[in-house]
């Protein structure tokens, strides 16, 4: 029942069409650099190749000093001012217009007097209130609720984990394999974001796709009674993959542009935060698979079912990934 269980996941992702990777936060930072005078830098993530429809709306009494000017980026859009506001920022209001028609988050950083405040704006509440210091542990908050949204929408991630579970025989293996996928994944991440490697983005999201669908050919194999390096060790194969699949969590940090002396609290609390959604997310398919298999008979043919439409899934990312690569 598990794998039927994960069949439906499949056709469910299907009719997401291929938008794995494009639920990507907007970016604010706002730094004081004088007596109510501060350097604003905005940016907003390009969806389907278009610009996020949301407009940052300062307080009325804000100023504009210079700009704003406007940067074009890979995948985003960069506006930079320099601003003015009689008798600071302190406890006022920024609008972002638009948010709540969008499924994007918005990750503001304020540095006020030396204080620096970091949240995350929801489309449920599109503004922020500036607020006073901001203590250690509601910045790590912050960040693991953004690691555990970023591997809960990252629907390419959940499939190669779901594909994982096809070909692994018994629950000893699925935790040797699945620590076997965090700990990989856990390097590059932490390689990506410090730039000291780096791949782009595009062929690393076709990548990704692929790596599901030869898990799919795996877990096919194994059901015909066939068995190879994938199906006997496939901590293996996880830890292989999740090299890759390391590179394609960095881009959610490394696409903010954060300050380098926030990286490190960043890349810990946004890796936590994936493992939890990653657990999450086996839990959530073992507890449904668990509850079903009390109801309904097995179908034998369901392990392969799912194989077919993950497969499915994957290979409809990886062809449209390629054609976004060199059309």
Request: charged share 15%; proline share 6%.
């Amino acid at each position: 029942m598990l794998r039927a269980i994960l069949a439906l996941l499949a056709a469910l992702l299907l009719a997401t069409g291929a938008r794995a990777h494009e639920v990507r936060p907007a970016y604010l930072q706002i730094d004081q650099t004088g007596p109510d005078r501060y350097a604003v830098i905005w940016r907003t993530p390009q969806l389907s190749g278009m610009p996020l429809p949301v407009v940052l709306a300062l307080p009325d009494d804000v100023r504009t000093i210079s700009g704003p000017g406007t940067q074009e980026m890979p995948g985003s859009t960069i506006e930079r001012r320099i601003v003015e506001a009689p008798g600071g920022l302190a406890g006022k209001r920024i609008d972002f217009v638009g948010l709540q028609a969008t499924i994007t988050d918005v990750l503001a950083r304020v540095t006020l007097d030396g204080r620096t405040t970091t949240t995350m704006v929801r489309p449920s509440q599109p503004w922020l209130k500036i607020a006073g210091e901001q203590s250690t542990l509601e910045l790590a908050a912050t960040y693991v609720r953004n690691g555990i949204e970023h591997i809960l929408f990252g629907f390419d991630h959940l499939l190669f984990v779901a594909s994982l579970m096809l070909i692994v025989r018994d629950w000893r293996v699925m935790v040797k394999t699945i620590t076997a996928f965090t700990v990989a994944h856990s390097i590059t991440l932490a390689l990506a974001t410090f730039g000291l490697v780096t791949l782009p983005a595009k062929p690393v999201e076709a990548m990704i796709a692929l790596s599901i669908m030869l898990v799919c050919v795996e877990a096919v194999r194994l059901r015909r009674g066939e068995t190879s390096l994938a199906t006997d060790w496939p901590w293996l194969v996880a830890f292989a993959f999740g090299l890759l699949h390391g590179f394609g969590f960095a881009g959610a940090l490394v696409d903010l542009g954060l300050p380098s002396a926030d990286i490190p609290l960043a890349l810990l609390f946004f890796n936590i935060g994936v493992e939890i959604g990653q657990l999450l997310f086996i839990a959530a398919i073992l507890a449904v698979a668990t509850s079903i298999r009390r109801i309904f008979a097995v179908p034998r043919h369901a392990p392969v079912a799912a194989a077919y439409a993950i497969g499915i899934v994957a290979s409809f990312w990886c062809f449209g990934r390629l054609d976004a690569m060199f059309f």
